[in-house]
């Protein structure tokens, strides 16, 4: 006859605590314990399922994919016990976001509005802020989600690839250039252009590519935002070459996307704190993203494992 496993609320209480909280002192304060009562509670469900939970690492516990996975699994748990005995109008879970302007202002918004749509129980609270600040505030835990185009590798953070594209070259529908499939760079040489700020990786890329070509198109301005280089291109000032996406869903309809003959590739990743466990609002939001994303022909999404 199998032996029957005891469940331990506190043993569970103290999981889900010492994964929010990233250290015993932060977990113990939440529960109102001392640290050696939560360690004993996790030593003592580690012992009773089998499992490792906690690993340490640099002096911090980081939860193992065993604890990932059963604090998963408790949720409907402790989701009950809150409509037992917490307040009758339930606090709504927030998903604590932060994005650079190109996705934020005009993608994020829109995404934001279906989401909350299809989950009302939920609440989102964006910030908009350079790529930089994003990697810095997941770093920090003021945010739980981050987006961005920019490949910044840091310890404490993992980076989730999204979607990825190829360059495109943007121009109004009359350009003599619009009538091409691919625009090369030679063919740029001479034209007004918009171009991204200089202290930006992908201004030194393209750069590059034009040097090589010897092609050296005539820059009647410097913008930050891929966004504001497309607007800049709709006014007729310049051609702009840029990522596609997300501009591409807002202006296809005023402008002409031809592919850039280059080497330059762009990726769009979902960035995340490598130390804490993704609050169940962001993993709803990246779900979200992925299904209800729009195809376009200039870029594709990545599997989510990738």
Sequence with gaps: MRRKSWHSLSEY????????????????????????????????????????????????????????????????????????????????????????????????????????????????SLEVNTSDEVIRAILEDRFDLGL????????????QAFRTSSAVCVMTADHPLAAQEDVLPIDLNNQPFVAIASRHARRTQLDKIFSQARSNPRIMAEVSTSFAAVDLA?????????????????????????????????????????QRPLPRVARAFIRHLRLHTPSDPHSKKVAANT
């Excluded at 490949?151 to 404490?156: F, H, I, P």
């Excluded at 000032?237 to 005023?254: K, T």
């Design 148 to 159: 961005t185009g920019i490949e910044l590798a840091r310890a404490g953070v993992k980076m």
């Design 234 to 274: 709709k006014e007729g000032l310049g051609l702009a070459v840029v990522n596609p996406f997300p501009v591409y869903h807002y202006r296809s309809d005023d402008l002409v996307f031809r592919r850039f003959v280059s080497q330059i590739e762009y990726r769009s990743y979902f960035v995340m704190s490598d």
């Design 13 to 124: 209480q103290a999981l889900r605590a010492l994964m929010q909280g990233g250290t015993a002192t932060v977990a113990a304060e939440r529960l109102g314990l001392s640290q050696s009562a939560v360690s004993r509670s996790i030593g003592s469900l580690e012992a009773r399922t089998g499992l490792t939970l906690f690993e340490r690492e640099s002096g911090r516990l980081r939860p193992t994919e065993e604890a990932v996975r059963l604090n998963h699994r408790l949720d409907p748990l402790f989701e009950a016990l809150d409509r037992i005995d917490g307040p009758t109008q339930p606090v709504k879970e927030t998903l604590r976001l932060i994005a650079p302007p190109t996705y934020a202002h005009r993608f994020l918004v829109s995404q934001i509005a279906s989401f909350l749509a299809i989950n009302p129980h939920f609440f989102v």
